[in-house]
């Protein structure tokens, strides 16, 4: 049984940095990340260590989507003793509450058996349940707020918890409950070319760090596909997705806006249920889960690339008109927004 493999020795001290013996010039904040192999099957600890020597050039920061599927959890956080490693820990929220259950038991289980101020960044509930109409915002926000007193029970109060949401779907019950704004945006998903797709990424953020009264707004998932179909004016290819990465990693590092690249592997078992054959290339390494995507540097901030900024000049300024948030967060034309952004895009992330 996999479970087995859990009892071996943790790993010696070791920089994640070094986990690897290969190095690159430029790193990523964090990657989301999925433990599944190839043909979706379950991992071991052992393929994890291996994932993250793959990964290590690129980052040491990375978020899953479920403790309690695969039970990725415990794999991801012993693959990760004694190393600079950082994960936010995801619970899976959908229609059947036994499925938040399942996962917040095994959060908990997880708690006693390693030290989480040591590896655990943020516990994120849910991911794009509002989006996905599985959930209310009220419904998610005591799921939040749950979590929190679940933790603060067992003396971890300090580890922050949120909620990954679209961005037209973070509504003021979610805001008010995290601890912060954890949000998703893709231009590709709003059929946007890509000459203006970083323009309407920071568009989105600048409009929830409004709505977010003095939270912090990180960007859970953005990402641009490397193959498939195009949607609208959105165009798949390699050197899009690098020109989408190149403008949005040099833009946030400016601006000093956190974020978790989607993704890390390709990864071929990944749905396709959308209207756009694109579910299994968003990742930076292919998925063979070894060889990287893009040569390297993956972008470079020094050769002036960054987008300009939005009229307003100031970095969390709301926009304005219809496609912006009211004083009560809640954005504008909301059901239109959600129907233009991502009504088609895979809706199973673990």
Request: proline fraction near 5%.
């Amino acid at each position: 049984m996999v479970r087995d493999l859990f009892t071996h020795p943790p790993l010696p001290k070791q920089s994640a940095a070094h986990t690897s013996s290969v190095i690159c010039t430029s790193q990523l904040y964090g990657l989301n990340y999925n433990p599944k192999r190839q043909d979706g099957s379950c991992p071991n600890v052992y393929q994890v260590q291996d994932d993250l020597k793959v990964l290590a050039p690129y980052t040491n920061k990375l978020r899953i989507y479920s403790v309690h599927d695969c039970n990725q959890g415990e794999p991801v956080l012993r693959a990760m003793e004694n190393t600079d490693w950082k994960v936010s820990l995801g619970l899976w929220v959908n229609k059947d509450d036994s499925v938040y259950e399942a996962d917040l038991q095994e959060l908990l289980r997880l708690a006693g058996v390693f030290d989480f101020t040591k590896q655990v960044d943020a516990i994120v509930v849910g991911s794009e349940s509002i989006y996905r109409k599985e959930q209310t915002a009220e419904q998610l926000a005591a799921k939040v707020l749950r979590v929190k007193s679940e933790l603060s029970k067992i003396g971890l109060q300090g580890i922050p918890v949120t909620s990954s949401e679209t961005w037209p779907t973070y509504y003021q019950p979610l805001i008010d409950a995290v601890d912060f704004v954890n949000m998703h945006g893709f231009p590709f998903w709003e059929g946007v070319s890509i000459d203006g797709a970083n323009d309407k990424m920071f568009e989105h953020i600048y409009g929830l760090q409004a709505a977010a009264k003095g939270k912090r707004v990180v960007v859970g998932e953005t990402g641009w596909p490397s193959d498939g179909d195009n949607y609208g004016s959105a165009d798949t290819g390699l050197a899009n997705a690098q020109k989408y990465m190149q403008q949005f990693v040099c833009r946030a590092n400016k601006e000093n806006i956190e974020y978790f690249w989607f993704g890390a592997f390709d990864q071929s078992w990944a749905s396709t249920n959308n209207a756009s054959n694109v579910e299994s290339h968003w990742g930076i390494i292919l998925d063979d889960y070894v060889s990287p995507k893009f040569e390297q540097p993956l972008y470079s901030c020094s050769d002036g690339s960054n987008s300009s900024l939005p009229s307003s000049g100031e970095p969390g300024s709301s926009s304005t008109g219809s496609g912006g948030y009211t004083e009560n967060g809640v954005y504008n034309d909301a059901s239109e927004a959600v129907a233009s952004y991502a009504s088609r895009r895979c809706r199973h992330r673990y």
